[in-house]
């Protein structure tokens, strides 16, 4: 059974940092893209960051340019997210999610993504 868990979310004031981690088990995720995505209260679940399993190839959406970085960790299965001067607006409830798109496009489309974390809130305060 395949299961992703987020940790490290929480409150943190404008300007702090914070770093999401998702826990990936179940299968072998080569070929996989492993992003976040986040979705505020009444908005919709928006694209944050994605990664290569296999290579580590990173996109990034505009919002995320120069104050996210993804990472992960092949030998512990594990997906980071860094987020540095966050604003109120970061406000959201993150997920982890993995899709079965390998190398020569991105995408942003939730439903692409075959599996999902339960999400960890992300609140900052200005």
């Known amino acids: 059974q395949v299961q992703l868990v987020e940790s490290g979310g929480g409150s943190v004031q404008a300007g702090g940092s914070l770093r999401l981690a998702c826990a990936a088990s179940?299968?072998?995720?080569?070929?996989?893209?492993m992003a976040w995505f986040r979705q505020a209260p009444g908005k919709e679940r928006e694209f944050v960051v994605g990664?290569?399993?296999?290579?580590?190839?990173?996109y990034h959406s505009d919002s995320a340019a120069g104050r996210f970085t993804i990472s992960r960790d092949i030998v512990k299965n594990t997906v980071f997210l860094r987020m540095y001067s966050l604003k109120p607006e970061d406000t959201a409830v993150y997920y982890c999610a993995a899709a079965p798109i390998q190398a020569g496009r991105w995408s942003r489309n939730p439903s692409e993504y075959d599996y999902w974390g339960q999400g960890t809130q992300v609140t900052v305060s200005s």
């Open positions: 990664i290569r399993w296999t290579g580590g190839t990173t």
């Open positions: 179940g299968r072998d995720f080569s070929g996989y893209t």
